[in-house]
């Protein structure tokens, strides 16, 4: 089974995680403590839990293989916490062999012939390229073009959504109309053959050019907060789910405003995600606990922190502005 947290603290979201957490329950990605400790089998989440610069979707390939009757949640479906659970199915249904040595360790897959076929290179390097996205294994950053009509998709070391190979599922596997069961089969198809759900793709190239005209005509804000070219600050407010590529093409330190953020579908609200191109720029667990002295339901990983689910921020920008400045590296 599968099933998608719900970090809200109405009692339609405690119902909701009271059938889904438990003795048999395995967390991936759950970023929240209290629902955390209730995953009885675990929760593998290196980035979050244990400051890794690892995707969930790799910790899958090495974690301990559950047995058939277990409860798989999440707080934030995406491409590694989606992912992971297709690594899983992928392991338990086709008795997916991974091995592990110094060169592996590295990131580094080998190809494997298992029943009832073999797991080409192929598949690993898209499990890579997601790993990669999510863990944001960029190197150094770079400024880059935003993006235009002539060239909409320029962002190559960016968030999942961002880059055009990986566009299509990440929305795909996002989407909170579609059952949970439904987006792990579409991983695992997009995982091992490359195959992408109908009609995204459209929807993605479709949003984009939207995007590109809110750009256009001064729908989505972007502003630069200067310290040097390697600890700017880009602020962007937008209601689209690209403000952070959009905000990594300016500076390293992002600041993503959606005043009108949904989530699971739900009323909207402002959320606030501050993160980083990599984790030498500033300290966010720092400016996480900042935040926390206030409002409490801050946290994320050492390149990604955000406000607190399900409701608006009441902090302001130049607040948390305030905060990373302090905490430079």
């Known amino acids: 089974m599968y099933g998608i947290l719900d970090p809200r603290k109405t009692p339609e979201a405690q119902a909701n995680n009271n059938t889904l957490l438990g003795e048999k329950t395995l967390g991936i990605e759950v970023t929240i403590p209290e629902l955390a400790v209730r995953c009885k089998l675990g929760n593998i989440d290196p980035q979050h839990s244990q400051n890794k610069q690892q995707a969930a979707i790799e910790a ?25 659970m297709a690594a899983l199915e992928i392991r338990k249904d086709y008795e997916w062999a991974y091995a592990v040595d110094p060169i592996i360790r590295k990131g580094d897959y080998m190809v494997y012939n298992v029943s009832p076929f073999s797991i080409t290179e192929y598949a690993f390097k898209r499990l890579q390229e997601v790993a990669k996205a999510d863990a944001f294994q960029n190197g150094n950053w770079q400024p880059y073009p935003l993006p235009t009509k002539e060239n909409p998709w320029p962002a190559k070391n960016a968030s999942a959504g961002d880059i055009k190979e990986l566009a299509a599922i990440a929305a795909a596997v996002a989407d909170f109309k579609i059952s949970v069961e439904d987006r792990v089969k579409w991983m695992i198809n997009w995982l091992l053959f490359g195959k992408e759900p109908e009609g995204y793709r459209e929807k993605v190239e479709k949003e984009r050019m939207e995007m590109i005209e809110a750009l256009e005509n001064g729908q989505i804000k972007i502003q630069v907060i200067e310290e040097n070219m390697q600890h700017n600050v880009s602020v962007v407010e937008s209601t689209h789910r690209a403000g952070t590529m959009l905000g990594y093409s300016q500076a390293p330190i992002v600041v993503a405003i959606n005043p009108e953020f949904k989530f699971q579908g739900g009323e909207p609200h ?4 501050v993160c980083q191109f990599t984790n030498h720029y500033c300290d966010l667990k720092a400016v996480a606990d900042r935040m926390n002295m206030s409002e409490p339901g801050w946290g994320g990983s050492p390149t990604i922190i955000g406000s607190p689910q399900g409701h608006s921020t009441e902090i302001s920008v130049n607040v948390i502005i305030t905060a990373i400045q302090e905490n430079i590296r």
């Open 270 to 273: 402002c959320k606030v995600t």
């Open 60 to 84: 899958a390939l090495e974690y301990p293989l559950p047995s058939n009757d277990v409860t798989l949640v999440t707080v934030r479906a995406d491409l590694d916490s989606i992912g992971a």
